[in-house]
């Protein structure tokens, strides 16, 4: 089974994404801030990692960062779930290292097809 | 509503559009159709009905039909189409098209550009391959209202992330305000026009690939019919179809066969692929 790093610094966030990351055949770990995320990466490196901009103690940018200088840190695909909808924030983004940018709010379907266009997912036929 | 009013909108639409709707649908009827008896100034639906069995204004008409169609639609819909059209479809027309160095695709049922519009942006990565080329995008669809939202290439931020992967989003879009525009060159390497798939269709010229998907679905056999036959006599031997994903050709034409290995593409029957495949002479183009 493939894994599934939820990053956001509400709880509430991380409970839907972890549900729809469920249903999407992943198993899933969470993280409430960047820091804590890069400490689970040491632990064990996911295949995905769902990540906010804005989070106290360390932001999802500069997680990302530190992430890609890791050992095997280009392994996860990484998919920005944020409210920051602008194109200056895409941009750095994906000049940083990312793979998939989601503008919140998200559903399913936007999540489904954001794995699918990252290559993390099949395409099912609807 | 009453039965006999339910007649009323059921032949109506089935004229007009194809669209087939069924007694266990009428509470659609009703729902979509009140905002256009209120538009119209009719106390309700009774009384629009009313009207509709005399001869109605065309513009009320137009109304009706418009407000019965589904419009659904997203960027790289079930993606698998247009990776074959890159894969299998562009590769074939770069070779059998080379001398003309032309090719025109018909969109035959637009809805909000989203499915022309993804088209374009495949062609326009894989420009490369193709300088000097023209790809014609023909883009139509029976509502004028979804033509209008399709000409102007705006979109919302959920439509820009159902299918569009953010590299395109990035290169072909601009932010206006809470909105994404899609890119003057894309937008008008598509051409709109209004137009009835129950209509004869060779006004409208020859084609290489027909894109006809999930519209098929709303009408009955002999409809289905009508327009695959129709379409089979746009396209050149050479030519190619695009179904939606609950779409077949099965049971109800035998102009076109699937074709081997893909999903949603058809091929003429006794047409050049159908005796000697595309798919195993074309070779991929790169991502
Ligand atoms: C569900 S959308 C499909 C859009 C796109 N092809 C896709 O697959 O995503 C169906 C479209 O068919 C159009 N339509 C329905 N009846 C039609 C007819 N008789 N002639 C032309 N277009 C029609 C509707 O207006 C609607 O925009």
């Known amino acids: ?126 | 509503m009453k039965l006999q009013d339910f007649d009323v909108y059921k032949d109506l639409l089935m004229k007009k559009s194809g669209l087939v709707i069924t007694q266990d649908k009428s509470y659609l009827l009703d729902s979509r159709l009140t905002p256009v008896a209120k538009k119209w100034n009719f106390a309700n639906l009774d009384a629009m009905s009313v009207a509709l069995r005399g001869i109605p204004d065309q513009g009320l008409v137009r109304d009706i039909v418009e407000a019965m169609t589904t419009n659904e639609t997203s960027f790289f819909r079930d993606q698998k189409p247009f990776d074959q059209f890159k894969q299998t479809i562009l590769p074939h027309m770069l070779k059998a098209r080379a001398s003309v160095r032309k090719v025109r695709v018909w969109c035959a049922a637009s809805s909000s550009g989203q499915e022309p519009y993804s088209l374009s942006m495949l062609v326009k990565e894989n420009q490369a391959l193709m300088p000097g080329w023209s790809v014609e995008f023909l883009a139509t669809d029976l509502s004028e209202d979804i033509l209008a939202q399709a000409r102007g290439g705006l979109y919302s931020q959920f439509e820009v992330q159902r299918g569009l992967p953010i590299n395109l989003l990035m290169k072909y879009f601009r932010q206006e305000g809470e909105k994404w525009r899609i890119s003057e060159d894309i937008r008008k390497m598509v051409k709109y026009e209004t137009f009835n798939l129950l209509d004869p269709m060779t006004r409208l010229g020859k084609f290489d690939v027909i894109f006809c998907r999930n519209v098929l679905i709303y009408f009955d056999e002999p409809t289905k019919r009508r327009v695959l036959e129709g379409m089979a006599a746009l396209l050149p031997p050479d030519g190619f179809l695009f179904l939606g994903g609950a779409e077949t050709v099965f049971g109800i034409t035998e102009r076109f066969k699937p074709m081997e290995n893909t999903r949603g593409v058809y091929i003429l029957s006794g047409g050049a692929h159908d005796r000697a495949p595309a798919s195993a002479v074309a070779q991929p183009v790169g991502r």
């Open chain 1, 1 to 126: 089974m493939k894994s599934c790093l939820v990053v956001d610094d509400s709880r509430v966030v991380r409970k839907v994404a972890r549900r729809i990351a469920e249903e999407l055949g992943f198993s899933c770990e969470e993280a409430e801030d960047g820091q804590k995320a890069y400490e689970s990466c040491q632990a064990s490196m996911p295949d995905v990692i769902m990540l906010d901009w804005n989070m106290p103690v360390m932001s999802g940018i500069e997680f990302l960062e530190k992430l890609r200088q890791m050992e095997n840190g280009d392994h996860p695909k990484v998919v920005f779930c944020t409210t920051e909808n602008d194109m200056a924030h895409i941009q750095r983004a994906i000049m940083a290292g990312a793979n998939e940018y989601i503008m919140k709010p998200f559903d399913r379907d936007i999540v489904e097809s954001k794995f699918v266009q990252a290559g993390i997912l099949e395409q099912t036929v609807s």
